[in-house]
C-alpha cells in the first residue's frame, strides 16, 4: 500500500517569504509524485509531477519539487510567495500498475499574509 | 481545448433518495477517474474508466457505481443516499494512464439532507 503524509495543515507565510510545504510518501515500488493546487470551489490543478528523470522538478507559478529517495520526500517551494499562492495544496503519489489512481495526502492551507 | 466538464454543479438532494453525475472529459481522452472530497476524509478515489471498463476501484460501498460511454464521457451514480455522501465529487481525465497528467473538472457539490 502506499501512503502521503503532509506535514502541517495549515502554513502561513509573508509576501516575498519562501514557501516550503512538507510532504512524505511511502511506496512499496518506485512512486510517481505528483502536486495539485486547489483553489476556493474550484478543482485541483496539477502543479506540476515526477515519474523518472531528474529528481528536482520544475512546475508552473514558480513552483519546484525535489524527489529524494533517501528520505522518502517530495517538497514543494517557492522562493517568494505571492498572495495568490494562498490556497490549499495536495500531494499525491500513485504508481505504475495502479492506472490513474492518486493516493492523496490530507492537504495544506497556505495562507500569505501582506 | 475545452477542459473538463462536470453537470451539475450543485445539487441537494434527500436520503434514500438516488444520484448521478456526469462528466465530459478533454476531447481524446480515454481515462477518466472520480474523487470524493470531503472535509473529514479529505480526497479518496473511488473509480477508474478506461475505454468503457472499468480499470479501479476504491473502497466505497457498492451504492455507488460508474459506467464510461463510447465516447469517453463518464457517469456515476449513488443509490440510497446517505448523508454522509454529501461531499464535492470531482472528474479527473487522461490520456491514458499513470504518467500522464490528470485534469480535473470544477466538481458537483452534493448536499444530502
Known amino acids: 500500500a502506499q501512503s502521503v503524509t503532509q506535514l502541517g495543515s495549515h502554513v502561513s507565510v509573508s509576501e516575498g517569504a519562501l514557501v516550503l510545504l512538507r510532504c512524505n510518501y511511502s511506496s512499496s515500488v518506485p512512486p510517481y509524485l505528483f502536486w495539485y493546487v486547489q483553489y476556493p470551489n474550484q478543482g485541483l490543478q496539477l502543479l506540476l509531477k515526477?515519474?523518472?528523470?531528474?529528481?528536482l522538478v520544475k512546475g508552473i507559478n514558480g513552483f519546484e519539487a525535489e524527489f529524494k529517495k533517501s528520505e522518502t520526500s517530495f517538497h514543494l517551494t517557492k522562493p517568494s510567495a505571492h498572495m495568490s499562492d494562498a490556497a490549499e495544496y495536495f500531494c499525491?503519489?500513485?504508481?505504475?500498475?495502479?492506472?490513474?489512481?492518486?493516493?492523496f495526502g490530507e492537504g495544506t492551507q497556505l495562507t500569505v499574509n501582506p | 481545448k475545452a477542459g473538463v466538464t462536470q453537470t451539475p454543479r450543485y445539487l441537494i438532494k434527500t436520503r434514500g433518495q438516488q444520484v448521478t453525475l456526469s462528466c465530459s472529459p478533454i476531447?481524446?481522452?480515454?481515462?477518466v477517474s472520480w474523487y470524493q472530497q470531503t472535509p473529514g476524509q479529505g480526497l479518496q478515489f473511488l473509480f477508474e474508466?478506461?475505454?468503457?471498463?472499468?480499470?479501479n476501484k476504491g473502497n466505497f460501498p457498492g451504492r455507488f457505481s460508474g459506467r464510461q460511454f463510447s465516447n469517453s464521457r463518464s457517469e456515476m451514480n449513488v443509490s440510497t443516499l446517505e448523508l454522509g455522501d454529501s461531499a464535492l465529487y470531482l472528474c479527473?481525465?487522461?490520456?491514458?494512464?499513470?504518467?500522464?497528467?490528470?485534469?480535473f473538472g470544477p466538481g458537483t457539490r452534493l448536499t444530502v439532507t
Open positions: 479527473a481525465s487522461s490520456l491514458a494512464g499513470t504518467t500522464y497528467e490528470q485534469y
Open positions: 474508466y478506461f475505454s468503457e471498463t472499468q480499470r
Open positions: 476531447s481524446g481522452h480515454r481515462s
Open positions: 515526477y515519474t523518472t528523470g531528474a529528481t
Open positions: 499525491a503519489v500513485s504508481r505504475e500498475t495502479s492506472g490513474s489512481r492518486l493516493t
